[in-house]
């Protein structure tokens, strides 16, 4: 289930190119006045401090819908997941009113917590003018965030990382190694990565080289493997098969 998802696409989707505004972060952007407004999915509902309405917030009408879903979907065994923006682990107030995402109330009614901390999508954050090439800080800072403000819900925190070139000189394999490496170490459990064109070759890529990696340093000691858990299900891997199935005469 997603809260909320915007993404600034370059080369990415081939088909357009948007700059975001300066000083953004998260979809959220400072205006020259100082007020800080919602992203451009955001904008049309934008309204002055002076004049907002009071009562009900965003956050209590997700927080109360979550309660309820996760009163009805719980019991049958279905667990639940949500996506949320990186941004939140800040607990900046300004962003909770822009997107609702009370993270301490959401994480009372879901399994896991997949908040995106994309680098590059921290525009002007803790004083770094290149997000995109400081995979180790915000990775390792939003985890450290969100483990700390949802400590006794038992939720799982399982974040999506950057799979994508966009605002990074520095995108390789070696990019995707730092990122699942600094999760786990920060109590990821697991890993989801995002690319708006489905170009994952740099996972593809980074993946056996990981997997090689805790084999070598023994990846049945979860504190010794440095990227997977270590509690993976055993199996067989099976490759897919790419070939098209054989046309069979009628």
């Not at 009372?108 to 994309?118: A, E, G, N, Q, T």
């Not at 954050?125 to 700390?148: Q, V």
């Not at 920060?186 to 990981?210: H, Q, V």
């Amino acid at each position: 289930m997603r809260t909320g998802n915007f993404e600034y696409a370059e080369e990415q989707t081939g088909s357009f190119r948007r700059e975001p505004p300066k000083n953004k972060a998260h979809g959220i952007s400072r205006g020259k006045d100082g007020t800080t407004q919602p992203g451009p999915e955001g904008r049309k509902n934008v309204c002055s401090a002076a004049n907002a309405p009071r009562g009900i917030q965003r956050s209590d009408v997700i927080t109360a819908f979550l309660r309820k879903a996760y009163a009805e979907l719980h019991p049958t065994g279905v667990l639940l997941s949500l996506d949320v923006f990186g941004v939140m682990a800040w607990q900046r107030p300004v962003d909770l009113s822009h997107t609702g995402q009370d993270i301490v109330g959401m994480a009372k009614y879901c399994d896991v917590l997949s908040p995106m901390i994309y680098p590059s999508h921290f525009f002007g954050m803790d004083n770094i003018a290149h997000p995109g090439d400081a995979p180790e800080h915000f990775i390792g800072e939003s985890m450290a965030r969100f483990e700390l403000i949802t400590k006794g819900s038992g939720v799982v925190i399982r974040p999506w990382l950057q799979a994508f070139r966009w605002r990074t000189k520095t995108y390789s394999p070696e990019y995707i190694k730092v990122q699942v490496a600094t999760a786990k170490e920060k109590g990821g459990i697991g890993f989801l990565f995002w690319n708006a064109a489905n170009d994952y070759s740099k996972p593809y890529a980074a993946m056996p080289e990981m997997r090689a990696a805790d084999s070598k340093e023994g990846s049945q000691d979860k504190d010794k493997a440095k990227f997977f858990r270590g509690d993976e299900l055993p199996g067989t891997t099976v490759k897919a098969n790419l070939a098209p199935a054989p046309h069979s005469a009628p």
